[in-house]
Structure formats: structure tokens, C-alpha cells
């Protein structure tokens, strides 16, 4: 008996100094701040921006971290998806390469990540708002920068956000580069339901395969809690490319993203997995207008050039559905551009390839000629 006690004394003990250790690394691990670009004798390069700022932008305040080591380099402005689900830190981990060629700013949307805490009216959650939003943040950028036009990035929910944008302001963009591209969402959200029900199936899942069929499909239905549980499953066998793990995706990025604090971490999980959290977070009621969007009927042209980079395996926003609105659309350049493994997430599941389209095509053909505006 006293060996017994004795064993789980050391037990107890052991869990919680590696509980202790954890929170410890996690702390040390999340300052909330970024870091300067420095020189090999660790001095701050010249010209070089590493910044976060609040900004004001409509009635809120919205974060905005700006990273580049020449600020005479091109901007880039990234638009998230979600909506409300900032992915600065996978950014960082996966394609911090793009900060060398780029000005880039990662913006936190109005009701997400760190721009959370300023909420003055839920009515103001709509499309156009946030488009008005990502173009004053643009105006920003182009004044602080002496820019005269900058790139705009837009995945998934952001590449309505971003193409949107383009579309109402064009004179405010060098190019437009989708990532997850929104088309036909009725038409890319049946895929996805079928192509759910059939994995389920596959893998016997019972319990899951009851509760799509209760649900019936993901369109022309409440947005209800039912729903939500049902598309969950969309990003468990549709969102990667099947070598790729969400941990390996996200886990690690947001653990050692230092530009977010503790809290700033543990609320990223709680709003991202927790069900009730997202019906209440106001970024909810945009779902409705996004689940009636379609851009083959409402946006086929753009007045500057377009990139869309896809996916093969993506069942969020369908890769198919996607090409066929990229054939359809008319703009001055456009190219789509196919990623064999990966999913909904590019930019993290094939960041080399990634990174090299931006740098070697889509910033080389944005100072050709031809292609200058």
C-alpha cells in the first residue's frame, strides 16, 4: 500500500511540473510582440518594418501586423477566411519567406483575432461593411507606404472579401490572388454535403451518418447548430491533402506564434471548437449572405489581373466549382493555378510552391510592362 502511495505521489508530482514546464514554454513562447529583422551582428536592418497597430477603421479598431525587410517592396495585404478565423500565425510558420520580397500585412478582420475586443454594433457584420473595411485598410497601406497600388490576398471566406474588393475598387490593386476561390457556393456546399455522407459512410460512422441525413444538405436550411456539427465534418475529410495532419497545420503555428499572447491563443481554440461560440460570435450572421453567394452571376469581370491558387483536394470551397468559375470570369491576366497536394490550405500544405508563385510569377509579371497599370 505505501508503495502504491508512494508511486502515485511521484505520479502526481510529475504531471504537474510538466503541467508547470508547459505553461512556463507556452508563456516564454507568446510575448504578444514581433520581431525586428536584424543583420548578422543583430542590429536592425535599414528600411526594414516589423509592427502591430490598431487602426481605425469604420466604427472599430482593427489590428493590423505589417512585416517586410524593405518597406519599398511591394505591399501585400492578406484577407483571412472564416469569417473570423485569422491565420497570421500559420502565415508566419509557412511563408514568412514572402517578408523578403514583400510589405506584408496581416489583417484581423473586424470581430476576429486580436480586433475582437471592438465590437460597437453587431448590425454592422455585413458583406459590403467588410468591404469598405478591407479598403480602408488599403488606403492605410498605400499612404503609409507611398504606394500608388498594392496586392490583395484573399482564402477562402476572404476570397470573397478580397475579390469583392478588387472588383468595387480596382485602381487600388497590382493584382488579385485567390486562395480557396468562392464561386457557386450552393453548388460547391452539395458537393461538399455528398461528398461528406459518402466518407462517413465509408467509415461506418453511424452516429455522423444519421446526423447528415437528419440535416438533409447544406443549403436551403436554417444555419442551425445541426448544421454546423454536420459541416464540421467537411473540414475532417475535405479541408487537407490526406498526408498533411490539422495539428502538423495549425497546432504548431499557433503554439509558437509570438505575435499572440496566451490568451490570445486559448480563445483562438475555444471560438474555432466550440459550436455554441461560433453561433454566437456576430460573424455568424454573415453566413447567410455567403451561403446565397454566386459569383458566376454577380461578378465576371475584374479590371485587374487575377491568380487563383487551388487546392486539387479541396471540399470546402470545391476545386471544381472554382475552375469553372475561373473560366467564366474576364479580367486583363488571369491564370489558375493547381496544387496536387493539397486541400483547402495551400499556403500551408505546399508553402515552398506557394511562395515561389508569388515571388517568381505573380511579383515578376506585376513589373513586366504590359502588365503594369
Not at 469604420?58 to 511591394?74: A, E, M, T, Y
Request: charged content about 25%.
Amino acid at each position: 500500500m505505501k508503495l502504491v502511495k508512494r508511486i502515485l505521489k511521484y505520479v502526481l508530482i510529475s504531471l504537474v511540473a510538466i503541467a508547470l514546464g508547459g505553461y512556463i514554454f507556452l508563456i516564454i513562447a507568446s510575448p504578444g510582440t514581433t520581431r525586428s529583422f536584424e543583420d548578422a551582428d543583430g542590429n536592425v536592418i535599414d528600411n526594414s518594418i516589423a509592427e502591430m497597430a490598431y487602426i481605425k477603421v469604420g466604427d472599430s479598431q482593427q489590428f493590423v501586423l505589417i512585416r517586410g525587410k524593405n518597406i519599398d517592396n511591394p505591399v501585400l495585404l492578406m484577407v483571412h477566411g472564416g469569417p473570423g478565423m485569422p491565420d497570421m500565425a500559420m502565415y508566419r510558420k509557412y511563408n514568412a519567406e514572402l517578408e523578403q520580397h514583400f510589405t506584408v500585412a496581416y489583417w484581423h478582420q473586424r470581430g476576429a483575432g486580436k480586433s475582437a475586443s471592438d465590437i460597437p454594433s453587431e448590425d454592422n457584420f455585413t458583406i459590403d461593411r467588410f468591404i469598405e473595411d478591407a479598403h480602408e485598410i488599403t488606403l492605410y497601406l498605400k499612404e503609409k507606404f507611398e504606394k500608388e497600388k498594392i496586392f490583395i490576398l484573399g482564402h477562402s471566406w476572404g476570397s470573397l472579401l478580397g475579390i469583392s474588393t478588387a472588383h468595387r475598387y480596382p485602381n487600388d490593386y497590382l493584382a488579385y490572388i485567390g486562395v480557396g476561390q468562392i464561386g457557386n457556393v450552393a453548388k460547391s456546399e452539395n458537393l461538399a454535403y455528398e461528398f461528406t455522407l459518402r466518407k462517413v459512410k465509408e467509415n461506418e460512422d453511424t452516429e455522423t451518418i444519421a446526423l447528415l441525413e437528419k440535416v438533409g444538405g447544406f443549403v436551403n436550411r436554417p444555419l442551425d447548430i445541426d448544421l454546423i456539427k454536420a459541416r464540421a465534418f467537411v473540414s475532417k475529410y475535405g479541408a487537407l491533402y490526406k498526408e498533411n495532419s490539422l495539428f502538423d497545420i495549425f497546432g504548431s503555428s499557433l503554439l509558437f506564434c509570438e505575435e499572440l499572447t496566451v490568451g490570445e491563443k486559448l480563445k483562438f481554440v475555444s471560438d474555432n471548437s466550440n459550436i455554441e461560440s461560433m453561433l454566437k460570435s456576430p460573424n455568424f450572421s454573415l453566413l447567410k449572405d455567403i451561403f446565397k453567394t454566386d459569383l458566376t452571376q454577380s461578378l465576371l469581370q475584374l479590371e485587374v489581373p487575377v491568380y487563383l491558387l487551388q487546392g486539387e483536394h479541396d471540399y470546402l470551397t470545391n476545386y471544381g466549382v472554382a475552375k469553372e468559375y475561373f473560366d467564366r470570369l474576364e479580367a486583363p491576366k488571369k491564370e489558375f493555378i493547381t496544387f496536387q497536394k493539397s486541400g483547402h490550405f495551400p499556403a500551408f500544405e505546399e508553402p515552398a510552391k506557394f511562395n515561389d508563385l508569388l515571388i517568381n510569377r505573380v511579383l515578376r509579371e506585376s513589373r513586366k510592362p504590359e502588365v503594369s497599370r
